[in-house]
């Protein structure tokens, strides 16, 4: 996760495959405890990745001048197995990887990692009309088919005939890393690894019968005690996160769980990690300021993304009682903020309803975790940004302070949040 002082390197999370106290063997039983996945902490001078759409023609802005923090979780395919670097997505449901047909010509960079149908003895192609999928993003996008094969995240961490998608062309940030120099020793992402729900795949959201994603069948194959997994980010950049699947980690206190919600254009099902928030506070030592929504507004808590993205009217307002002022605070895609604010001792409640139906909970952050320098001119810029497309989206910039908890439970699937920080 980047330093607040640091907002022109991209710092971008490997994942790398520990497991503490885990057999390496396949044992018939439920394990008694969770994977652990510990970052590596990797950076770079040039953006990897930009937010991506929800499967539909629907886009979503994009923030061209800021570099980002990623998250990249390593994966193998096949068998023998074939070696790929994904993006860790909460905000997606798919797994994909570049075809061995996708070239540069097709968006796909011989320095990423092309899948080889051929040289896996446990690939099974899928045929159909249900076989295709094209993802839209907000710079590009991605289009291929349906495959059948291993997928592993570890010696026990795998199930043999995952459905996952290649990528036969490609647009947008994958394509734009042609640009990066092998010197440079840069971390490249191959593709992206969905951790959402089934109604949440391109397949499912286009119609067709959905198919499992992996860490459900993870826990369904009973390789993971519980149907959770819990994300650690580094707040400050002086340690390194994890991934936790199957548990919470044990920094975790007091979470803070909301229900996820139905979609909106899919009543009765859940395809993304959403929940709904009740309303915004600013609050002072001795004063504080409401800010209500009219109507019920899902969030997306989206790892696959770095700001929050506000209702734009929320997103003005918040940043004005922030800066005290009424000025004009947008430079272009940003709103600016005085650096005054690194030391806030305010702090922004972001309320959400109770998973027991009644009341709410509050989670709060402080201001001057909102706030970040720009290196190039010292000017300091707010980790929220005004939504253009009506999606609001709580991304890294909020989530590194919280370890936030996902659970899977089909009747009452839910978020937790719990502050690394004590108020």
């Avoid at 609001?392 to 920080?421: A, C, W």
Wanted: net charge neutral; with cysteine; charged share 20%.
């Amino acid at each position: 996760m980047i330093r607040l002082s640091l907002l022109t390197c991209s710092c971008t999370l490997l994942l790398t495959s520990f497991v503490s106290s885990f057999p390496t063997t396949l044992s018939p039983t439920r394990p008694s405890v969770p994977v652990k996945l510990p970052f590596q902490r990797i950076t770079r001078r040039d953006p990897a990745w930009s937010k991506r759409s929800d499967g539909s023609s629907t886009t979503v802005p994009l923030i061209n001048d800021v570099f980002m923090s990623e998250l990249a979780l390593k994966v193998k395919i096949g068998t023998p197995s074939q070696d790929f670097l994904l993006l860790f997505d909460t905000g997606s449901s798919d797994i994909w990887v570049p075809s061995s047909s996708c070239t540069a010509k097709t968006g796909c960079p011989d320095l990423l990692h092309h899948y080889k149908a051929q040289d896996s003895s446990t690939h099974r192609a899928l045929n159909g009309s249900d076989a295709a999928i094209h993802i839209h993003y907000g710079t590009g996008q991605a289009e291929g088919h349906y495959f059948e094969d291993l997928l592993s995240l570890h010696d026990a961490l795998s199930i043999p005939h995952q459905t996952l998608a290649m990528m036969d062309s490609v647009s947008g940030p994958i394509t734009d890393q042609s640009q990066t120099k092998k010197a440079d020793k840069a971390v490249v992402l191959d593709g992206v690894f969905g951790a959402g729900f089934r109604d949440g795949t391109v397949r499912a959201l286009n119609g067709h019968e959905p198919y499992e994603p992996f860490i459900h069948a993870l826990h369904r194959a009973g390789k993971i005690p519980q149907p959770l997994f819990s994300v650690h980010l580094p707040p400050d950049g002086t340690a390194d996160g994890s991934l936790m699947l199957g548990g919470i980690h044990d920094t975790a206190q007091d979470v803070l769980y909301t229900p996820v919600v139905e979609s909106r254009d899919k009543r009765g099902t859940t395809t993304h990690w959403q929940v709904e928030m009740k309303g915004m506070q600013y609050q002072t030592a001795n004063t504080s300021r409401n800010f209500h929504f009219n109507q019920p507004t899902p969030f997306t808590v989206d790892t696959g993304s770095n700001f929050m993205y506000l209702p734009k009217s929320l997103a003005y307002e918040l940043a004005a009682a922030i800066a005290n002022t009424t000025s004009e605070l947008k430079d272009h895609d940003l709103l600016s903020v005085d650096c005054s604010a690194l030391k806030s001792p305010n702090r922004v409640n972001l309320f959400f309803p109770s998973v027991r139906g009644e009341g709410e909970i509050k989670v709060p952050v402080a201001v001057k975790d909102l706030v970040a320098r720009r290196e190039s001119d010292g000017k300091c810029f707010l980790m929220f940004m005004p939504s253009n497309e009506n999606k609001t989206i709580l991304g890294n910039m909020f989530l590194r302070h919280f370890v936030t908890v996902y659970v899977l439970d089909e009747q009452q699937p839910k978020v937790g949040f719990s502050p690394l920080q004590k108020f």
